[in-house]
């Protein structure tokens, strides 16, 4: 009976998904085949940019692609359903491909609109340059005629100018983030739409913010607005023979911001050798992740580094910090990162070793910066679609799911669903009694500390994850105290659960054991 009710209880606390079980990282199998979805396009030539994902779970994403025989690059901007499959309401295919201008086009990174609509900026060849390009689409993939010109628009500046990020902002407006060449060096550059396409002429300069920040090449890959409308880019810049990530700041009207590093601009080499730097997200306490590689030696490493809101170190992530991780001595970087609600940052872009294609790679990190090896094998995830694989955008779709997004070099699409743990952040069946697990994984002791008194003593039952009795202790006096559970020798690794109970209330704690 009492193994009855253990099993009642974890379906109550929300357990009755099987997924809920299956360690992070791990495929879900229930998604395409094995976990894992590859399309062949048929494409001469395909890149993904970036994703995004819709309030129904279906997902956006944009790119590049030839067409096989073509002679030119064209935006691909395509849709699927929540289970992987071609969403054929859009444009009737899943999939459109737009060239504005008869040679190289690319879109770069996309933005939803709360109404459905689709925000894509990127870049063409006008012949002799390269153009901003800005195109909106409705939510079936058709054109927004009520935007640009027929949905689209091309910004010559007067020289060489790439569209690298676009957000939708609250007040309907629109945000492009592009790199601008001034005749001497690259700039960053900021544009300010209205909702029709027009470009603001209250924001910066007739609509254009564009600042040279070092008089050397400043190249902006992504940006962040915060909730205050204050407008976070980040980039590689030159420095000193180097190329090292940047971080700038604005007002939500484009004027740098003084209290933001050295007159709205900072910058931070990571090791020795060059950086790159791909995107950038900002925590619910205001501090700021970035992502990109490190050079070391000749090779490169994934590094992450994070900032305080006013563009200092954050001294307590990793090493005044930077974290660097360094998985198969090749070419390693990461292309996009997602901050989890219990403050883990996980990263995905590509893992090649010296002698070996690469792969879907994804990394987790605690809050801190440490590898968090309750995820995968030690922290890492790699997963293999048979060439070499690059995952180009992480999706949260739930608590325990994620998706990543990419392409492989036989041109194909390729997606992969994981198993997730946000879930075991709400511990308590029973939020009355108040009780600390940690540390969470855990090797071979565990502290459990209690917040209040209760109703007579105790018990704490150490179970796996199919109701087993691992160990069981019990305490009388409990407000105030810190009690350790110590783990059995040659304990199996993976998933268990704590059942601490007394007469009033019990709550239950998922364990992960290394």
């Known amino acids: ?63 590049k692609a030839k067409l096989a025989g073509g002679p030119n690059e064209n935006i691909v901007v395509a849709a699927l359903k929540p289970d992987g499959t071609p969403d054929n309401t859009f444009n009737s295919t899943g999939y459109r491909i737009v060239d504005i201008q008869m040679t190289e086009n690319a879109g770069k990174s996309l933005a939803l609109q709360p109404d459905g609509k689709i925000l894509i900026a990127g870049w063409v060849h006008n012949g002799a340059n390269f153009d ?152 619910n306490d205001g501090k700021i992740v970035i992502g990109g590689y490190a050079y070391e030696g000749s090779e490169t490493t994934l590094a992450v580094i994070r900032l305080n809101p006013d563009g200092t170190p954050d001294q307590s992530f990793g090493s005044s ?53 309750s995820f995968g094998v030690n922290g890492l995830v790699t997963t293999d679609f048979g060439n070499t694989d690059v995952a180009a955008s992480i999706l949260s779709i739930s608590d325990d799911k994620f998706i990543v997004v990419g392409y492989s070099d036989d041109k194909n699409l390729v997606l992969a669903r994981y198993h997730n743990d946000l879930q075991s952040s709400t511990n308590d069946v029973d939020e009355k009694f108040s009780v600390n697990v940690y540390p969470t994984p855990v090797h071979s002791v565990l502290n459990i500390s209690f917040y209040e008194s209760g109703d007579g003593p105790v018990t704490v039952e150490l179970k796996n994850s199919a109701g087993s009795l691992v160990k069981e202790i019990s305490i009388s006096n409990l407000f105030g105290n810190t009690i350790q559970l110590d783990l059995p020798e040659n304990l199996p690794l993976g998933m268990y659960y704590l059942l601490i109970k007394n007469k009033q209330h019990q709550s239950i704690k998922k364990v992960v054991v290394y």
């Open 132 to 283: 901003i390009c800005l195109i909106r689409l409705n939510s079936d993939g058709s054109f927004d005629n009520g935007f640009g010109t027929s949905g689209k628009i091309v910004l010559n500046l007067g020289s060489t100018e790439f569209g690298m990020a676009v957000d939708y902002l609250s007040d309907g407006k629109i945000l492009v983030t592009a790199r601008r060449y001034n005749g001497v060096n690259s700039d960053v550059a900021l544009l300010r739409f209205l909702s029709n396409g027009v470009l603001d002429n209250s924001f910066g300069v007739n609509g254009i913010s564009s600042k040279d920040f070092s008089n050397n090449n400043e190249n902006p890959y992504d940006s962040s607005v915060l909730p205050d409308g204050s407008i976070l880019v980040v980039g590689d810049a030159d420095q000193s023979g180097f190329s090292v990530f940047f971080a700038a700041k604005y007002s939500k009207d484009g004027v740098p911001l003084t209290n933001f590093g050295m007159n709205g601009f900072t910058t931070f080499q990571v090791g020795a050798g060059n950086n790159g730097v791909s995107t950038v997200k900002i925590q």
């Open 321 to 373: 910090g930077m974290v660097t991780t360094n998985i198969r001595d090749g070419s390693e970087y990461i292309n996009d990162l997602l901050i989890q609600k219990d403050g883990k940052i996980m990263v995905c872009g590509v893992a090649r070793g010296l002698t070996s294609n690469s792969d879907f790679t994804i990394m987790r990190y605690q809050s801190n910066g440490t590898l968090d090896v």
């Open 1 to 63: 009976m009492k193994h009855l009710s253990f099993i009642a209880l974890i379906l109550f606390f929300g357990l009755n998904n099987i997924s809920y079980c299956q360690s992070p990282g791990t495929l879900d199998l229930s998604y395409g085949t094995q976990g894992k979805i590859k399309y062949s396009t048929g494409l001469e030539e395909l890149v993904i940019y970036q994703s995004a994902i819709k309030n129904n779970g279906s997902i956006v994403l944009t790119g």
